[in-house]
Antibody
């Protein structure tokens, strides 16, 4: 049973960069795809992007110009950077593993989520 | 982007009821459709993947069906712990997108 744990500042100022990390409890970080997903308070889920075990990335076009996801397998963690944040980026941020069965992908393990508030 | 539309947005039901939630994709996504359950203050939990495959450990009262653009999640006999918000999600193309959610409340 893999566990994921997000960490990072809970408060970020407007126009600054949001930085979060996700620690993965086992070596599966070297075998799967790893996503960030966010949820504004009281709203639905938005996929931000993923990084593969090999380091390739794919981002939501709506955020692509501001997002960077990186991987550090030696530390069993991956990270999210979101630049030029505004109040619209206030959300609970989840890290999640993307499981695979055949050709289908699904988010099978999630972190508990961390609330990031953008405010001066 | 593929838009995912769930109906209803909210639903009131009683313990023991049979409940069906519908998810419609804006274009065909084959069987690349997943269902999640989310309780307040918690991360979503995977229930169904590939439209109809039950995730390990999920009770058999949950089932999924559909392909192409129309999908359903059925709970055969509601239990008290099933009152939550349910989301569908397509994994057919990037960006991966979710439905807006269906809030299942106790009647």
């Amino acid at each position: 049973q893999v566990h994921l744990q997000e960490s990072g500042p809970g408060l970020v100022k407007p126009s600054e960069t949001l930085s979060l990390s996700c620690f993965v409890s086992d070596d599966s970080i070297s075998s799967y795809y790893w996503s960030w997903i966010r949820q504004p308070p009281g709203k639905g889920l938005e996929w931000i992007g993923y990084i593969s075990y090999s380091g390739s990335t794919n981002y939501n076009p709506s955020l692509k110009s501001r997002v960077t996801i990186s991987l550090d397998t030696s530390k069993n963690q991956y990270s999210l950077r979101l630049s030029s944040v505004s109040a619209a980026d206030t959300a609970v941020y989840y890290c999640a593993r993307e499981g695979i069965r055949g050709s289908t992908y699904y988010f099978d393990y999630w972190g508990q989520g961390t609330l990031v508030t953008v405010s001066s | 982007d593929i838009q995912m539309t769930q109906s209803p947005s909210s639903l009131s039901a009683s313990v023991g009821d049979r409940v069906t939630i519908t998810c419609r994709a804006s274009q065909s996504i084959s069987f690349y459709l997943n269902w999640y359950q989310q309780k307040p203050g918690k991360a979503p939990k995977l229930l169904i993947y590939a439209a109809s495959s039950l995730q390990s450990g999920v009770p058999s009262r949950f089932s999924g069906s559909g392909s192409g653009t129309d999908f359903t999640l059925t709970i055969s006999s509601l239990q008290p712990e099933d009152f939550a918000t349910y989301y569908c999600q397509q994994s057919y193309s990037i960006p991966k997108t979710f439905g807006q959610g269906t809030n299942l409340e106790i009647k």
